[in-house]
């Protein structure tokens, strides 16, 4: 069964940087698309980044555009997120998921993965 487990999160400071990893099992990443997802208190689910499955694809949320970068290494069956010049409003609970894609969805916000991991907490606070 595919297993997501995501890490990498924790305490910043604004302006810093965290990278968050997603590692998977049960299945090779070689035909999956991930995205990046992330929750704060309160607020609807945004997404905020996909991968495409041979990485030859991204996007990105409007307001990460520039500061967040996805990657992956498929040969390590992991994708990343790096943050860079976190802002407090990128505090929230973010999640990776996998689903058998090709390419990222049009409307990733919509897209129906089907496969999450449990999340890892990002905190942004002086």
């Known amino acids: 069964q595919l297993q997501l487990v995501e890490s990498g999160g924790g305490l910043v400071q604004p302006g810093g940087s965290l990278r968050l990893s997603c590692a998977i099992s049960?299945?090779?990443?070689?035909?999956?698309?991930i995205g990046w997802f992330r929750q704060a208190p309160g607020k609807e689910r945004e997404a905020v980044s996909c991968?495409?499955?041979?990485?030859?694809?991204?996007n990105y949320a409007e307001s990460v555009k520039g500061r967040f970068t996805i990657s992956r290494d498929n040969a390590k069956n992991t994708v990343y997120l790096q943050m860079n010049s976190l802002r407090p409003e990128d505090t929230a609970v973010y999640y990776c998921a996998a689903d058998y894609l090709g390419g990222c969805p049009r409307r990733l916000q919509l897209h129906p993965f089907a496969y999450w991991g449990q999340g890892t907490q990002v905190t942004v606070s002086s």
């Open positions: 991968i495409s499955s041979s990485g030859g694809s991204t």
């Open positions: 049960g299945f090779t990443l070689d035909y999956y698309g």
